[in-house]
């Protein structure tokens, strides 16, 4: 006697089945037939849902991109004090330049070498995942015109010395 049933005793038992997501008696064309001859729990059309959510829930969430900050990538800085200060700090590390930026900031850094400017987005990148510093400890007053030049406001401490 073999383990698999014989098909022509399995299609004639199922003419009808009840599917459990829906509830119905639908007949059994209405199923999937496995290669062992029994028909599938679930009808065709609720199995293609569950393969279809299933699908999704494999997949990791894709999260929406976020844009650049409007209006600060357009005000640039001079980049020589920033290319000085990366390299000093790579030179006091005993560290390549690539070894100490990684491949995003070391693009970035070719960039501004290549530019003269830098943007202050990539600016304040540098500043915090490299040096450590505050933008301004770099460029001074200088930082603080490109950066509050972009919203039109000035900073607290001007405001209060002209009244």
């Known amino acids: 006697m073999s383990a698999t049933p014989d098909p022509a005793t399995v299609a004639a038992r199922y003419a009808h089945k009840r599917c459990p997501d829906c509830r119905r008696i639908l007949p059994a064309s209405a199923f999937y037939r496995r290669p062992n001859g029994y028909l599938s729990a679930y009808c ?52 390549s330049l690539r070894e100490l930026l990684g491949p995003d900031l070391f693009g970035a850094y070719g960039n501004a070498q290549q530019a003269g400017t830098v943007s202050l987005l990539v600016l304040e990148r540098f500043c915090d995942e490299v040096l450590g510093w505050h933008p301004r400890m770099l460029y001074g007053d200088a930082y603080d015109h490109a950066a509050f030049a972009s919203n039109g406001k000035r900073p607290q401490q001007d405001r209060e010395v002209d009244r």
């Open 44 to 95: 065709k059309a609720d199995q293609r849902q569950r393969d279809r959510a299933a699908r999704q829930r494999s997949r990791p969430q894709r999260r929406p991109r976020r844009a650049p900050a409007r209006g600060a990538d357009h005000h640039r800085l001079p980049s020589a004090p920033l290319l000085a200060a990366v390299r000093r700090h790579a030179d006091m590390r005993h560290l």
